[in-house]
Each structure stands twice: as C-alpha cells, then as structure tokens.
C-alpha cells in the first residue's frame, strides 16, 4: 500500500519499497491527465482536446480517492477531479531532487 502524506502545497506519496516522491499541488493540477486537460488521441494517433487553463498558484488538494489498486484521484480546490493518477504515471513524474 502506498502512503500519501499532505503538507501546505505539496504531497509526499511513499511508496512500497519506502522510496518517497514529492510533488506541488500546482504541478499535479498542471499535468491533470484528463481528457479535458491533455486531450486524447484517436486510433490513429491525431489529438483532440487539451485544455490548458491557467492555474490558480494556490491550488491546494481537498481530498483523494485511490482508483482500484492503480491510481489515485485528486480533488482540487479549483473543484476539478477528473484525472486518474497511475502509480506508474507518478512514478516518471517524481519531481524530488536529491542533495
């Protein structure tokens, strides 16, 4: 089980070999994986859709939903809570850096 740890503006998520990720609220609103947010693609790979709208700087995280045993759900204080987060999607983005 993965453990999600919220701070002020960021949320620290510790994985299953105890490695740690570090992510801004602002950063996860900003590459929400949803439809409306990145778009999707058709078969044949032409991308429709991706909003990018501006971003409140103080967003913060309400609350999160985990999605079976692959994701996570953000709620956002902008109100908006339709990605779906992979594990693995969080995995490619970790933002921490080492000293």
Known sequence: MNKFSFYSDIVVITWENQTESVFSFLLLRK???CAFCSGESDVLGNKY???KLPTNKNISI????LVGNYGVRFFFSDNHSDGIY??????GL?????D
Do not use: I
């Open 31 to 33: 590459l929400c994986p």
């Open 86 to 91: 992979s594990f693995k999607f969080l995995m």
């Open 62 to 65: 309400t609350k999160y939903a």
């Open 49 to 51: 859709g991706g909003e």
């Open 94 to 98: 970790d933002e921490k850096t080492e």
